[in-house]
């Protein structure tokens, strides 16, 4: 496929949620808001077959959880919080200070964290929403999560990270619990972490109710490559981002048709051999790849779409990502392959998806703050700049404005 019929494919496949969608996704949400814990119950009963007493997990349980996992995964999951939190603190913003103007950042006071449980445990996004809130310096984080075994890994991560608020609770139900509070859950100032369709849905429809971080839905991959790409590696690489949904997009380019095709021939052949081959052969569509006759061509493909994850492993990797403007985050390298981003690199897996990556970006600590200007203006500084702003409130018959700048000039 060439890159401008790529392109209006990707265009027209964007998901748009239809308005059916959002009208059940409006009717969780209004029940929550009008019957709180009672709601929460009848929805985990329909969608997660679970009758709970109460949603709130026990301390007790979360340590118990942490007991139960082996000293290797605990030691793991302390090794990559080590180096989550090495990273955000190396991009945390610090208040500047230039005398008449300072600008000065505070952390939130109260967030919600959605963990998605659903199908699978996803103890890696634990650390990758909590530590970034933890290094800004958020006191209070609740954390919602449709898991609902004992002594799971989840629950061992929240141990690790401290936190003592979890609720058992997923879904639309839970997001419209954490924007309004229930008698169990309680009202946040923000919502963050990723989660399946419905999850997302509530979280646009409350956005301005309550905070909310970004639309991350499906997971998405572009990777490029030349002609001396490791094969297996990459088909691996695709596999990755491919096992996680059916609804996952992977995008396989270069201008080189033939590496093409050797990778595609391998793809088949090592298909039948993944444990997660039908959700993997649902998500890689036919047309997943495309031939570029440029670099250029490449780089505007990628700005264009913004996709999630962009991996170059390419003898000009450094030239190409020099020109990247939009992407959730780019990886450089054989070395820098997308599944270690999701782990352990440091930066985190909750990234923009479907183009949204054009005006918002992965989760960090500075998401967790909030900033305001302090202005201490001296007299002379007042002298400058008064007349113009006079002139304009006259202009705008806003008299009270205007007698507030000119007393101070008398
Ligand atoms: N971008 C990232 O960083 C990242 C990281 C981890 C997971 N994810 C994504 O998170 C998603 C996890 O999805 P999941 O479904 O396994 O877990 P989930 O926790 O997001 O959703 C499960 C919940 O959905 C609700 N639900 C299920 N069917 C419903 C229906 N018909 N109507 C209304 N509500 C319904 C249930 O209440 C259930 O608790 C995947 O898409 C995965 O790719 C993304
Ligand atoms: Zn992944």
């Known amino acids: 496929m060439n890159v401008a019929s790529f392109i209006s494919t990707f265009d027209a496949q964007r ?3 239809g308005f059916d ?10 029940h929550v808001r009008s019957d709180g814990d009672r709601a929460l119950h009848d929805y985990t009963a329909q969608f997660d077959n679970q009758t709970l007493d109460t949603f709130k997990v026990d301390k007790a349980a979360l340590k118990d959880s942490y007991d139960a996992i082996s000293s290797e995964e605990r030691e793991a999951l302390e ?31 109260k967030i919600g964290v959605y963990v998605p449980g659903g199908t699978a445990l996803y103890p890696s996004s634990v650390l990758m929403t909590v530590v970034p809130a933890l290094v800004a310096g958020v006191k209070e984080i609740h954390v919602v999560t449709p898991t609902f075994e004992e ?46 369709y419905y999850v997302a849905l509530a979280k646009r429809l409350l956005f301005g109710e309550v905070g909310i971080d970004m639309i991350a839905g499906p997971s998405e991959i572009l990777i490029y490559v030349d002609q001396d790409a490791h094969i297996d590696a990459i088909v ?9 949904d059916a609804n996952a997009r992977t995008f396989l380019i270069s201008e080189d048709e033939s590496i093409i095709k050797k990778i595609e021939e391998r793809l088949e052949q090592m298909l039948a051999n993944q444990p997660r081959s039908s959700i993997i052969r649902a998500s890689i569509k036919d047309n997943h790849y495309a031939v570029v006759d440029s670099q250029e061509a490449l780089i505007s493909m990628i700005n264009h779409i913004a996709p999630e994850h962009v991996s170059i492993q390419h003898r000009d990797a450094d030239r190409i990502i020099r020109n990247i403007k939009y992407a959730g985050a780019v990886f450089n390298g054989y070395y ?24 918002s970006h992965g989760l960090n600590v500075n998401d967790f703050l909030t900033s305001h200007a302090v202005i201490s203006l001296e007299k002379t500084t007042y002298e400058d700049i008064v007349e113009p702003a006079k002139t304009i409130a006259r202009r705008e018959q806003l008299d009270a404005h205007y007698q507030s700048l000119n007393i101070r000039t008398e």
């Open 336 to 359: 820098s392959p997308e599944a270690i981003g999701d782990y352990a690199a440091g930066p985190s897996h909750v990234l923009p998806t479907d183009k949204t990556g054009r005006f």
């Open 236 to 244: 691996y690489d695709l596999f990755a981002q491919a096992e996680h």
């Open 21 to 30: 969608d959002y009208k059940d996704v409006m009717e969780i949400i209004e």
């Open 79 to 109: 090794t990559i919080k080590r180096r989550i939190e090495h990273y955000q603190k190396s991009i945390k913003y610090t208040d500047m200070d230039h005398g008449e103007f300072r600008y000065v950042y505070h952390p939130l006071e």
């Open 151 to 196: 002594n799971n890994i989840t629950f061992a991560a929240l141990y690790i990270c401290g936190i003592e608020n979890v609720y058992k609770v997923g879904g639309a139900q839970a997001i419209a619990a954490l924007a309004y509070g229930t008698q169990t859950v309680p009202k946040v100032d923000k919502i963050v972490g990723p989660g399946n």
């Open 15 to 17: 998901g748009s949620a």
